[in-house]
Every structure is written in structure tokens, then in C-alpha cells.
């Protein structure tokens, strides 16, 4: 299994503004995921970060609103952007393990717009 | 396209009852099967899975899940819940290796003394 430390765990945020959620995992992994959970709802998968290369977005999400960041294979970071009271969620990183099956998750960072 | 029901929204049960959580998906193959279980405030941990072979699989904290192929289903059982087992439970397919999960709408789970 794989652990996996995210930051922040929480935040309260003004509309408009950014946060940057970062995830670091403890081991080398060829795939980062990146999902949503808005209030009372399940996972919705934002994006797939590979190293050294773009983001794959899900229908519905966008690089401008998201953009992800993937320096190496065990690091990456999430921002969510001009934000508006509509993006107050649970953001949660996750990776595959071996043999790309199942995944596992950080603690997830609680985000608040206001 | 694949999807996972669940189709219990909420369940309460008491202490010490026995429990069982729907899941049901649709594909093609039988896909990679997965229960988590999401505590308040708190991240998904994976509590058991089925990969292939014996269809009744043992997972952490006294859970069970059988497999089911003729109904599409992967159901989660417990013989005697513990008021900590209060928390949202998700089922999740994975249709093959390093392929999107796909979760169901969760259960949330109520337990009274």
C-alpha cells in the first residue's frame, strides 16, 4: 500500500482567490489521480497527472479552473482557481497500487469558499 | 458505459444487528471490485476487494463482500455492527489494471445503541 500525505487538510478561502493542495506520496507511482467530492456526493474524477507530461482532464473540468502540476513521481499539486462557493469540496489525491488496481487515498483537503 | 448502484442512501441499523450494503454494477467482464469506507472528515480506506477466485472475500474490521456474477453484484456484509462502523461506504470498479475507478453514490451508514 501506498501512503499518501496531503496539504492542507482544510482551508477557508475568499472567492476569487487560489489554493494549491499538494500531494505527496511515499513511494515512486506512474499515476496521480485528483477527485472531487462536493457535499453529501460521491468521487468525481478531476484529472490524471503523469510525470512529464500534461494532465488528462475528465468531461467537465478544465486545465484553466485546475491546473495540476506533476514534477516527479511522487509529488504533485492541485490548484484550484478563482474560486467561487461552488468549488467548496473534499479534494482527494490518490494513486494505483501495484498492478494499477486498487487505489488508495490521502485524507483529503476540505476546502470552504466564502 | 460501466456504472456502479448503490441504491441505499442511507441505513440505520442498532448496535450489534447485522448489515448489508447493496452494490451492483454493470459491464461487460467482471471488472475489479472494491468497498471503502469513508469516516467523518476523513480520507477513503480500502476495506476488502475481489480480483478473481473464491467468491466471499474477507477485509478489515469484520467485513465481508460476496461476489455475485449472475446478479452483477458485490454486496457488503457484517454480522455485528459496532457503533464505530457509523461512516459512508462506497463501492468502486476498476474495469482493468491502471483504468479509472468509478465509485457509487456511497451508503451512509447510522448506528443507535
Known amino acids: 500500500s501506498a501512503v499518501i500525505s496531503q496539504k492542507p487538510s482544510r482551508d477557508i478561502c475568499q472567492r476569487g482567490t487560489s489554493l494549491t493542495i499538494q500531494c505527496q506520496v511515499d513511494?515512486?507511482?506512474?499515476?496521480m489521480f485528483w477527485y472531487r467530492q462536493q457535499p453529501g456526493q460521491s468521487l468525481t474524477l478531476i484529472a490524471t497527472a503523469n510525470q512529464g507530461s500534461e494532465a488528462t482532464y475528465e468531461s467537465g473540468f478544465v486545465i484553466d479552473k485546475f491546473p495540476i502540476s506533476r514534477p516527479n513521481l511522487t509529488f504533485s499539486t492541485l490548484t484550484v482557481s478563482n474560486m467561487s462557493p461552488e468549488d467548496s469540496s473534499i479534494y482527494l489525491c490518490s494513486v494505483q497500487g501495484a498492478g494499477g488496481t486498487e487505489a488508495f487515498f490521502g485524507q483529503g483537503t476540505r476546502l470552504t469558499v466564502v | 458505459a460501466q456504472s456502479v448502484t448503490q441504491p441505499d442512501i442511507h441505513i440505520t441499523v442498532s448496535e450489534g444487528a447485522s448489515l448489508e450494503l447493496r452494490c451492483n454494477y454493470s459491464?461487460?467482464?467482471?471488472?475489479?471490485l472494491f468497498w471503502y469506507v469513508q469516516s467523518p472528515g476523513q480520507g477513503l480506506q480500502l476495506l476488502l476487494k475481489?480480483?478473481?477466485?473464491?467468491?466471499l472475500v474477507q477485509g478489515i474490521k469484520g467485513f465481508e463482500a460476496e461476489f455475485k456474477r449472475s446478479q452483477s453484484s458485490f454486496n457488503l456484509r457484517k454480522p455485528s455492527v459496532h457503533w464505530s462502523d457509523a461512516a459512508e461506504y462506497f463501492c468502486?470498479?476498476?474495469?482493468?489494471?491502471?483504468?479509472?475507478?468509478?465509485f457509487g453514490t456511497g451508503t451512509k451508514l447510522q448506528v443507535i445503541p
Open positions: 468502486a470498479v476498476v474495469p482493468g489494471g491502471y483504468q479509472k475507478v468509478t
Open positions: 459491464y461487460g467482464a467482471t471488472p475489479y
Open positions: 475481489y480480483f478473481s477466485g473464491d467468491t
Open positions: 513511494s515512486q507511482v506512474t499515476m
